[in-house]
């Protein structure tokens, strides 16, 4: 007896063992999302995924090779050629859509192999925000697979810190870079006119102070150019300020986290490549 239960124990396969199936998830179909809000969305989906013990989340923009083209993604053929560039076994569709009294976001699991729909999943969403769509996120991938249950290092849902990155949405380091060099430039450009003003004021004070004959005009001349220097210096150093504060603002709105950097997915060995602005996962 003790010896069947030892061979039964390790005869019986746990989670981790169990050959997963590999989950395509496509981009989200949403029209009032910005392109940054879209790709944190499929990135929490992906996580989301990831965290059913037996699955292993996959991206479109793997199976983005000269082979495989983009094409609808209502498509079933459109699908298998996806899947089947990544050896995936099924598909999940998402889409938010605006109702009359509110929004829903439906989630589609569709199985490559046959063309079954394994599974459709509705959540209302309240609010104009975004970030409820995040929200609801990890009960619908539940129910969506339920019978896959939650890894046990895994905690469903998605995060508060994640879903208040949602709304506004992050800016790219690229921002935050060209309003800095933007201060930069500007205070250059307010700083040379202020050394020319200085220029023209001494070649003013000089020929004031000579003993000859002065010429009115060109002293005029040199009074003129000195005041107009010193205007647009004036000018640059007002902007410089104004885009130093810029600068200062969108420091603490820019996305420091996700910038280019390698994201480990949970338990299935795969890996996201944030791409900042453009979202892309590969």
Same mark, same amino acid.
């Given at each position: 007896?003790? =010896?069947?239960?030892? +061979?039964?124990?390790?005869? +019986?396969?746990? %989670?981790?063992?169990?050959?997963? +199936?590999?989950?395509?998830?496509? %981009?989200?179909?949403?029209?009032?999302?910005?392109?940054?809000?879209?790709?944190?969305?499929?990135?929490?989906?992906?996580?989301?995924?990831?965290?059913?013990?037996?699955?292993?989340?996959?991206?479109?923009?793997?199976?983005?090779?000269?082979?495989?083209?983009?094409? @609808?993604?209502?498509?079933?053929?459109?699908?298998?050629?996806?899947?089947?560039?990544?050896?995936?076994?099924?598909?999940? !569709?998402?889409?938010?859509?605006?109702?009359?009294?509110?929004?829903?976001?439906?989630?589609?699991? =569709?199985?490559?192999?046959?063309?079954? #729909?394994?599974?459709?999943?509705?959540? %209302?969403? +309240?609010?104009?925000?975004?970030?409820?769509?995040? !929200?609801?996120?990890?009960?619908?991938?539940?129910?969506?697979?339920?019978?896959? %249950? !939650?890894?046990?290092?895994?905690?469903?849902?998605? @995060?508060?810190?994640?879903?208040?990155?949602?709304?506004?949405? @992050?800016?790219?380091?690229?921002?935050?870079?060209?309003?800095?060099?933007?201060?930069?430039?500007?205070?250059?450009?307010?700083?040379?006119?202020?050394?020319?003003?200085?220029?023209?004021?001494?070649?003013?004070?000089?020929?004031?102070?000579?003993?000859?004959?002065?010429?009115?005009?060109?002293?005029?001349?040199?009074?003129?150019?000195?005041?107009?220097?010193?205007?647009?210096?004036?000018?640059?150093?007002?902007?410089?300020?104004?885009?130093?504060?810029?600068?200062?603002?969108?420091?603490?709105?820019?996305?420091?986290?996700?910038?280019?950097?390698?994201?480990?997915?949970?338990?299935?060995?795969?890996?996201?490549?944030? #791409?900042?602005?453009?979202?892309?996962?590969?």
């Amino acid at each position: 007896m003790l =010896i069947l239960a030892v +061979t039964l124990l390790f005869a +019986t396969p746990t %989670p981790d063992l169990v050959a997963s +199936t590999r989950v395509l998830v496509l %981009p989200l179909s949403a029209v009032e999302l910005s392109p940054q809000q879209k790709a944190l969305f499929d990135h929490c989906l992906v996580l989301e995924v990831d965290k059913r013990g037996g699955l292993a989340a996959v991206t479109q923009s793997l199976a983005e090779t000269d082979d495989v083209e983009a094409c @609808p993604t209502t498509e079933t053929t459109c699908l298998s050629k996806l899947a089947n560039a990544l050896g995936a076994d099924e598909v999940v !569709l998402t889409q938010e859509a605006r109702l009359a009294n509110g929004r829903v976001l439906t989630l589609k699991r =569709i199985r490559i192999r046959d063309g079954e #729909i394994m599974g459709a999943v509705t959540r %209302p969403v +309240t609010g104009d925000h975004g970030e409820e769509l995040l !929200l609801v996120l990890g009960d619908a991938v539940a129910e969506l697979f339920s019978e896959c %249950p !939650l890894r046990p290092d895994a905690v469903a849902g998605v @995060p508060p810190s994640m879903a208040e990155r949602f709304h506004p949405p @992050p800016l790219p380091r690229w921002a935050f870079a060209a309003s800095a060099g933007a201060t930069a430039l500007a205070f250059g450009t307010g700083l040379t006119y202020a050394m020319l003003a200085n220029d023209a004021r001494r070649a003013h004070n000089r020929l004031a102070t000579q003993n000859t004959v002065i010429d009115g005009h060109e002293l005029q001349r040199l009074a003129r150019l000195s005041n107009e220097r010193q205007s647009r210096a004036t000018l640059a150093y007002v902007a410089t300020a104004l885009f130093a504060v810029t600068t200062g603002v969108s420091y603490f709105f820019t996305d420091w986290r996700e910038g280019l950097f390698v994201m480990p997915m949970t338990q299935a060995g795969a890996e996201i490549l944030a #791409i900042g602005v453009g979202g892309r996962y590969e």
